[in-house]
């Protein structure tokens, strides 16, 4: 229980996806316009995160001890159809649901976030559920981190931004001051979670 | 020059002034600063004003430089840019060398003020966004801890390191904080020395009581909202008080957590910046809770020692989520 707690928290805060491993900034810097698409972006996150992290097991466990060189266009490949026939379900099932996540489920299945997650995870040698929690953690660190952002940058236009900085090159510096102030969690747990 | 006082004002609402000007202000905060800056240049020595004056002359240097509007030099009058240098420099241990306290000042004000159009725009605060840039970028020169002055006029060898170098510390012994011994050896400083300042730490973040009554001074004088250091001691109080309850042993009390370290500094000074803090009364409880929390956080459980500077500049970040989330419903509606 308490490994499990250790790898949420890791993966959210101290080894923040997008702050610490600058992995998924593409959506990071893209779509934190506004922030209700932010949290939508997030959401679908977390959700292709999950599915990944399932394929990726699932692909470890049964598929690639026998083929160990497929393992990286395996996980893309499964997780992109994944990602597309969950995608296909949702729109049938729950239209509302659809229109939420829908529109972003197929922006972010090729994002190198989401590659990170199945070989982070591979390489660290999470089983099922270390592997479920690890991907919700992550999600969730990228939903924290995207809604700060969207917040940040909604701000950042009733401000007078010098012409020389306005637009992405101020978003990569709120960015960079984002992830120094995420390097306060450095260390965090890491005498309780071992 | 325009007269200070024209005969005819022609203006738009709000007609009701409060009489606070920028630079009225900012001379009461640094009024506040005064006895700070004299205890810290007791405790450490000529060290501490010549650190501290490098990071003001680094802050208006960059001001002076960056600052779009013309003339130029305008706003320099306000005094903010002398604040922000201050501040920086009473976060900054006494054998900083000099360079680096000049280099922290530039990024305070060029990444933390100038870059969002100046005053009352920057969602950080600058000086803390100073500090964390220095930390980041020499994290062997910010936590190496001189041990306090024998004199009013003692420098540390460190102090005048050549640019881009690290200088060789001459000073024959270095002081752990109160912080550093909690987290690697368990100690737990009396309350006495913590309150009094009589400990090794950063400039500002020694003496207790005077920071305290400086914050008092600066309540009462309505400079800044009082609800965010009161929400960020009693949160932070509380919640290590439950800690301390559960495993004594393991966590230490809350009044060494209140009076170590730079909370109070960071409460007081720091925290209560009133463009990146919260707008709406709730919003400031709720951002002093948050700042509280994670510095429990981040000292307890945390790869650091101390954890304010970032938890300030984390819930900085949240300020405007915070006050989107708290603001009060229209009257009608």
């Not at chain 1, 120094?180 to 071992?194: P, V």
């Not at chain 2, 100073?130 to 190496?144: D, N």
Request: charge should be positive; include cysteine.
């Amino acid at each position: 229980m308490g490994d499990l707690i250790w790898i949420f928290v890791a993966a959210m805060l101290v080894n923040n996806f997008t702050l610490a491993y600058f992995l998924g900034l593409c959506p990071f810097l893209g779509v934190s316009g506004r922030l209700d698409t932010a949290l939508r972006l997030g959401l679908a996150n977390i959700f292709v995160m999950v599915i990944t992290s399932s394929c990726a097991w699932l692909l470890n466990t049964f598929v690639l001890p026998h083929a160990p060189y497929l393992r990286l266009i395996a996980f893309i490949i499964v997780v992109a159809s994944t990602v597309q026939f969950v995608e296909m379900v949702i729109r049938k099932m729950s239209p509302a649901l659809f229109r939420a996540l829908g529109i972003f489920l197929p922006l972010i299945t090729t994002n190198c976030a989401i590659l990170g997650l199945a070989l982070f995870q591979t390489n660290r040698g999470y089983d099922f559920l270390e592997g479920l929690v690890f991907a919700l953690g992550a999600g969730g660190g990228l939903t924290l981190a995207l809604v700060v952002m969207a917040g940040l940058r909604e701000e950042t236009r009733v401000l007078d931004i010098p012409k020389v900085v306005q637009g992405m090159a101020l978003y990569m510096i709120l960015a960079g001051i984002l992830s120094m102030a995420f390097m306060g969690f450095a260390g965090l747990f890491s005498s309780g979670g071992s | 020059m325009s007269r200070q006082t024209p005969d005819l004002v022609l203006s738009t609402p709000p007609f009701l002034r409060q009489g606070q000007t920028t630079p009225w202000i900012m001379r009461q905060v640094l009024g506040a600063l005064v006895p700070v800056l004299v205890m810290a240049w007791v405790h450490f020595g000529l060290s501490a004003l010549l650190v501290t004056a490098a990071a003001t002359a680094g802050c208006l240097a960059t001001e002076w430089l960056f600052d779009p509007r013309r003339p130029r030099g305008r706003s320099l009058r306000d005094l903010s840019a002398v604040v922000t240098g201050c501040l920086l420099g009473l976060v900054l241990p006494p054998g900083f060398p000099l360079w680096m306290a000049f280099l922290g000042g530039g990024a305070a004000i060029g990444m933390g003020k100038v870059l969002w159009g100046g005053l009352g725009q920057n969602p950080f605060n600058p000086a803390l966004l100073g500090r964390a840039f220095l930390q980041a970028a020499f994290p062997a020169a910010i936590t190496t801890w001189s041990p306090q002055g024998t004199g009013l006029f003692s420098l540390h060898g460190t102090n005048l390191a050549l640019p881009f170098l690290q200088g060789t510390p001459v000073d024959a012994m270095s002081a752990a904080t109160p912080l550093a011994r909690m987290k690697f050896q368990s100690q737990v400083t009396d309350l006495f020395p913590l309150a009094v300042g009589d400990v090794g730490g950063s400039l500002g973040e020694t003496c207790g009581v005077v920071i305290l009554l400086a914050g008092l001074y600066l309540a009462a004088r309505r400079i800044f909202d009082w609800r965010i250091p009161v929400s960020i001691l009693a949160s932070t109080a509380v919640l290590s008080a439950v800690f301390h309850l559960i495993d004594g042993a393991r966590f230490p009390p809350p009044l060494f957590m209140v009076f170590s370290g730079g909370l109070l500094l960071g409460a007081v000074f720091m925290a209560t910046d009133p463009v990146s803090s919260p707008i709406t009364p709730r919003g400031s409880w709720i951002f002093g809770a948050g700042v509280g929390g994670l510095v429990v956080l981040i000292r307890l459980f945390g790869g650091m020692p101390e954890g304010v500077m970032y938890a300030i500049l984390l819930m900085n970040a949240a300020t405007p989520l915070i006050n989107r989330a708290t603001q009060p419903r229209i009257y009608g509606t």
